[in-house]
């Protein structure tokens, strides 16, 4: 027996109906979020390329390091600098054949503020200050990417080779909790910034594990992540606003499951156990003039350790390398010097 007319007709209209609503709710979502300001995603890209090809590398442990030689580095198309990195993966910091003896070192440690990206190597504040302490060796661990974690396990592979300085001067920004918790948000940018910044970077960061402090059960532990594993978009993220939208809200609620600071401040107190274990004098500069800075170091300075506030305005072009970069250029790292030094030998 054939069926009804009718009951054809209105299955036929149920589908349509399911099909209307797939239809009309995600295109009626789009639009909305048009209208209120959302976009697809667009990663601000950040263009690095250096001759020779490959200054930096990756790194089984650090997630990324120095690639020993000289390179002429172009940042955005505009701005050009050149560095020098020694055979122990270290920018150089004219090193002083004088300052042999273990209290006469100075180890600088951070992210690419240390480094001085965008900077030749004797405008770099750690370069300044082993000018103005020629009695001091002074070396410049830092490394474009490193957050607090990368320096704890810097010195505590310094320490285990005897490698001992007399002074470890660890420079803190605000946004290095981001990369002390391996947030979603940083691993985006970390993740796509390399990506796009040129295909030789691309090719070389296969064999990085970048490590990142977490809590589990209670128990502070530094983790790693693949390179491969660090960030995925979801599909059709750089054509929808929707897509990026729900995206966001996921990376974001993840954050909120993160102590951040908490992860941060374990690492400071970490560190200045292991310090006090090797008598090495802990000093922590603040590069950033944000009230967050200022409250960690307060609050570092409670627990005894050394603090200095050198920041400069660092939203003002007087101090950035505008306008291709907006790290510190020459005047703040001279800044930065002045105030170290001052600090050292008042």
Same mark, same amino acid.
């Given at each position: ?48 390329e250096s001759s020779p090809p490959n200054c930096l590398i990756a790194h089984p442990t650090l ?14 198309? #505009?701005?050009? /600098? &050149?560095?020098?990195? %020694?055979? =122990?993966?270290?920018? @150089?910091?004219? $090193? ?13 440690? #951070?992210?690419? /503020? &240390?480094?001085?990206? %965008?900077? =030749?190597?004797?405008? @770099?504040?750690? $370069? ?13 661990? #830092? ?169 400069v305005d660092l939203a003002s072009d007087r101090y950035r390398n505008a306008p291709y970069d ?21």
């Amino acid at each position: 027996m054939s069926k009804h007319p009718l009951i054809h007709y209105l299955k036929i209209s149920k589908a349509a109906y399911v099909f209307y609503l797939a239809l009309i709710i995600p295109t009626g979502l789009e639009m909305g979020l048009r209208i209120l300001g959302y976009r697809p995603f667009r990663q601000v890209d950040y263009h690095i390329e250096s001759s020779p090809p490959n200054c930096l590398i990756a790194h089984p442990t650090l997630g990324f390091a120095l690639q020993p030689g000289d390179f002429e580095v172009t940042i955005n198309k #505009g701005l050009k /600098y &050149t560095v020098s990195h %020694g055979r =122990d993966s270290l920018r @150089v910091s004219d $090193y002083s054949t004088v300052g042999e003896m273990e209290e006469d070192s100075i180890y600088f440690f #951070g992210c690419s /503020y &240390t480094y001085g990206m %965008g900077v =030749d190597d004797s405008l @770099v504040f750690p $370069y300044l200050v082993s000018r103005n302490l020629p009695n001091s060796l002074v070396k410049n661990f #830092g490394v474009p990417g490193y957050g607090t974690v990368q320096t704890l396990l810097q010195l505590e592979k310094l320490i285990t080779a005897g490698e001992i300085p007399g002074i470890a001067i660890i420079n803190y920004a605000d946004f290095h909790d981001e990369r002390n918790s391996l947030t979603a948000l940083y691993r985006r940018d970390l993740y796509m910034g390399y990506q796009r910044s040129n295909s030789s970077v691309r090719q070389s960061m296969g064999g990085s594990q970048v490590p990142f402090l977490t809590k589990k059960e209670d128990e502070f532990m530094i983790d790693f992540c693949s390179w491969d594993e660090l960030y995925d978009h979801w599909t059709f993220r750089e054509t929808f606003a929707l897509v990026n939208f729900f995206q966001d809200w996921d990376d974001r609620n993840q954050m909120r499951t993160i102590d951040k600071d908490g992860n941060t401040r374990h690492l400071f107190s970490v560190i200045k156990n292991l310090c006090e274990q090797a008598s090495i004098r802990l000093i922590v500069t603040g590069l950033t003039p944000s009230e967050h800075t200022k409250r960690l170091l307060a609050d570092l300075k409670k627990q005894k350790i050394e603090v200095l506030d050198m920041s400069v305005d660092l939203a003002s072009d007087r101090y950035r390398n505008a306008p291709y970069d907006d790290h510190p250029n020459q005047l703040a790292h001279a800044i930065f010097a002045q105030k170290i030094t001052s600090y050292l030998v008042p």
